[in-house]
């Protein structure tokens, strides 16, 4: 059973009352987040996440499954997680087509070139978490709260009052998934900067949420300040020249 089904067969209310028991049983507070955040799958089937759910599921198992994504994501927020080493090795090859075309660096050069990719590549895996984090950080006093784990289709925010916002770190970053399931419906959309110009974009989410202290310089601090405080954050193969 999917839980959407789920949700469909109990009705709202119902659904409801069944999350909140089953977020007792972690001792997860329903006022801390997840209330409302499940509030909006049970009165919206179109923002319930198709990926939750199983044959063997009934209606209870899945909501449980839901909460226990959500509480996954939450407890794997940037100040907290250890993050894997990469999984992949580099492609020898990389280096051949960068020295064919910049004659002058030797091995080592091209060894450094393609460490500092690799790093690099690491940590644009960890921003959008950071970004979510600083964000969730910032907004929650203003009655918005994350929707960890993707537990709420192309929603990353929900506000108290029932609004929801999607956010991407550039303008670019949005896929044609989100964007189709996301038109016709009033789910508001900020990205961080402008990939073509560099414009950040703070001013736009001040706006959007109330708020005035909002700011790229502040979302540095952050960065920082997460990352000295939890290096493991961001995985650095033991061999990576540039340590």
Known sequence: MKLREAIRILGTNQAINTAMLIAQEYNINWNHGIGYVFHVIANDLE?????????????????????????AG?????????????????????????????????????????????????????????????????????????AWGETVKSVDFVHESGRL???????????????????GTEIEKWFRIRADTGQYMWADLNAICGTTHLSEQEFSNFVRTTISSNPGCLAIEPHNPWI
């Not at 020295?99 to 060894?111: C, K, V």
């Open 165 to 183: 916002l999607q956010i991407k770190n550039r303008s670019n970053s949005e896929n044609s998934s989100s964007s189709a399931v996301r038109n």
């Open 47 to 71: 923002r319930v996440p198709g990926n939750i759910g199983g044959n063997s599921d009934n209606e209870n198992s899945v909501i449980r499954k839901w909460i226990l994504k959500y509480e």
């Open 74 to 146: 939450r407890s794997s927020c940037a100040s907290i997680r250890i993050s894997n080493l990469p999984g992949t090795i580099a492609d020898p090859i990389i280096e051949q087509i960068i020295g064919a075309r910049i004659s002058r660096l030797n091995q080592n050069d091209l060894n450094f070139i393609t460490y500092a990719h690799r790093l690099g590549m690491s940590a644009e895996n960890i921003l959008g978490l950071i970004l979510e984090e600083y964000l969730s950080a910032n907004l929650r006093q203003f009655g918005w709260h994350c």
